[in-house]
């Protein structure tokens, strides 16, 4: 099984911008697809974005495109997420998840889950 832990959370004003990692442990993360998901209190849980094995391929929600990067490093078994940029309603629990071989938007395709770290934006 691999373990995935989000670190990188906090308060930060809108405009402001945060960088979230993802280090994975037990398992290597290097041959599946990596996402970022969020949930903010009272929603469902979101789709962010998404890097393929090789980051070949990236792909973001329309709410986050061109604010947010996702990257990774297979040598450190860990992925990025830069957030620039930030407004108030980016405000949620983001999660790391591990997927299979294709890219995806759907979190049914991510088997494995991080805690989640808390980011809030204030206005």
């Known amino acids: 099984q691999v373990q995935l832990v989000e670190s990188g959370g906090g308060l930060v004003q809108a405009g402001g911008s945060l960088r979230l990692s993802c280090a994975a442990s037990?398992?290597?993360?290097?041959?599946?697809?990596m996402g970022w998901f969020r949930q903010a209190p009272g929603k469902e849980r979101e789709f962010v974005a998404a890097?393929?094995?090789?980051?070949?391929?990236?792909s973001y929600s329309d709410s986050v495109k061109g604010r947010f990067t996702i990257s990774r490093d297979n040598a450190k078994n860990t992925v990025y997420l830069q957030m620039n940029s930030l407004k108030p309603e980016d405000t949620a629990v983001y999660y790391c998840?591990?997927?299979?071989?294709?890219?995806?938007?759907?979190?049914?395709?991510?088997?494995?889950w991080g805690q989640g770290t808390q980011v809030t934006v204030s206005s």
């Open positions: 998840a591990r997927g299979s071989r294709a890219l995806s938007k759907v979190s049914a395709d991510f088997g494995s």
């Open positions: 037990g398992r290597t993360i290097s041959l599946y697809t």
């Open positions: 890097i393929s094995w090789r980051s070949e391929s990236t």
